[in-house]
């Protein structure tokens, strides 16, 4: 990996592409750090160090949320837009008609996704604004006015984490909405040894806890590389056929179909649902004793139920994404259109039938390491409490491998366009 970014850095044109990127991720940060007015910072950050149902969130916005600075949602209202537009190209056909109607098409439909982001910004901002009016003495000003600043500056931080994703889409390297949360996670990692050290001088925690802590993130970054690399490969072999005198096919390959499709998705999914009953919760505070406390209560992450739901959950999703997200029949078209066959099976529907069945398989096993990940940190918190102050989570884990394998595959598959000369020579 490192080779790899060592050799594009000698090619001007990746140079150029890497430097953008890294000036983007520098700009972003600059923004994480800039605070809201009419906000008692100190106040918001004993809110929200403690909200164990904000934990993704934060980490996903690299502390900015449990700051509330400028660009505190981070880009999770870009996130949720493209799933949401995801899942209306195959449920509204004027939609997938656009999607697939080429450049032009998929230009209307980013737009779209623009004004969705918009949208959900709007909503996100004055969820949160409500919340910080409802927690105590967070505002300096509660007048309309402040309040109207307030959920402005979240709105316009929104935007411009979108603007700087897009700009790493077109002139950058690697995903842009997957950069900056790589760049979230990793500046979380000077407050984790910061608070390990600090941990070590007042005697909570031993040196022999601090090398299994290492021990058992270095385990799981392998664990994690080994699954998210892992693939079944059906084999397919393609008839020949005879054009004039030339005779084209009769190869074989195979047909890779990845242990983990889905991603980080169907935990980003699991863990909003199970944490909306206390998000609810922050925005309007229930009355101690009540239904609704206790059922809020039933939904806290101190709750044997809420590991336990997430499981279930992702399991669940990980099918549900499996479904919009592959078409075992247009598979199974795509080969007998180009003369291709897995082998011992006919063309069509026998086809298709079988790399369904490998896919409910497959989808099982991926979704079981996808739970494992998800409650790694529950794990830690049961066997030793003071460990989960700093360690990583499961999640923050995935996105960070993921992050780094697909600019690694991103930027090899570039500097093989580079190098590759062509029937000229």
């Not at 709007?122 to 105590?136: D, P, Q, V």
């Not at 960070?400 to 020579?425: A, N, P």
Request: net charge positive; proline share 4%; hydrophobic share 50%.
């Amino acid at each position: 990996m490192f080779e790899t970014f060592k050799n594009a850095w000698r090619i001007p044109d990746l140079k150029k592409k890497m430097v953008f990127t890294i000036i983007i991720v520098l700009l972003y940060r600059l923004g994480s750090v800039i605070f809201v007015p009419f906000i008692d910072n100190n106040a918001i950050a004993s809110l929200f160090g403690d909200q164990s149902a904000f934990a993704l969130f934060n980490v996903m916005s690299g502390d900015a949320f449990s700051q509330a600075t400028l660009f505190a949602l981070s880009v999770s209202p870009y996130i949720t837009s493209s799933i949401v537009m995801q899942l209306l190209t195959i449920a509204i056909a004027p939609l997938e008609r656009l999607q697939k109607s080429g450049p032009e098409g998929q230009r209307k439909i980013a737009q779209i996704t623009r004004l969705v982001t918009v949208g959900l910004s709007i909503i996100m901002a004055y969820g949160y604004y409500a919340t910080l009016r409802n927690s105590g003495n967070i505002l300096l000003d509660t007048s309309f006015l402040s309040g109207l600043v307030i959920v402005t500056c979240f709105i316009a931080g929104s935007c411009i984490v979108m603007w700087l994703a897009e700009k790493i889409d077109n002139s950058g390297i690697g995903n842009g909405i997957s950069i900056i949360l790589f760049a979230n996670i990793v500046s979380r990692v000077p407050t984790m040894v910061t608070t390990g050290f600090k941990m070590m001088k007042e005697d909570m925690i031993s040196i022999i806890s601090i090398v299994i802590i290492i021990a058992v993130m270095a385990l799981s970054i392998y664990f994690i590389v080994f699954m998210t690399n892992s693939e079944r490969r059906l084999p397919v072999q393609y008839a020949k056929k005879q054009v004039g005198r030339k005779i084209y096919g009769g190869m074989n390959t195979h047909l890779p179909i990845k242990l983990n499709m889905s991603g980080v998705m169907p935990i980003i999914f699991a863990q909003s649902i199970v944490s909306l009953p206390a998000t609810i919760a922050l925005i309007s505070k229930p009355k101690p004793g009540t239904f609704y406390d206790n059922f809020v209560n039933l939904f806290s992450t101190s709750s044997p139920l809420y590991p336990i739901l997430t499981f279930v959950l992702i399991i669940a999703f990980a099918y549900f994404y499996l479904t919009i997200s592959f078409n075992p029949v247009e598979v199974a078209n795509n080969l007998q259109k180009n003369g291709g066959t897995i082998l011992g099976y006919r063309p069509g529907k026998p086809t298709s039938d079988y790399i369904n069945k490998v896919l409910k398989r497959i989808t099982l096993i991926g979704a079981l390491f996808l739970g494992v990940v998800a409650i790694f940190p529950f794990i830690i918190a049961a066997i030793d409490s003071k460990m989960n102050s700093f360690i990583f989570g499961g999640t923050s884990i995935l996105i960070v491998v993921g992050v780094i394998l697909d600019t690694t595959r991103e930027i090899e598959s570039q500097m093989t366009m580079r190098h590759y000369k062509g029937f000229l020579d």
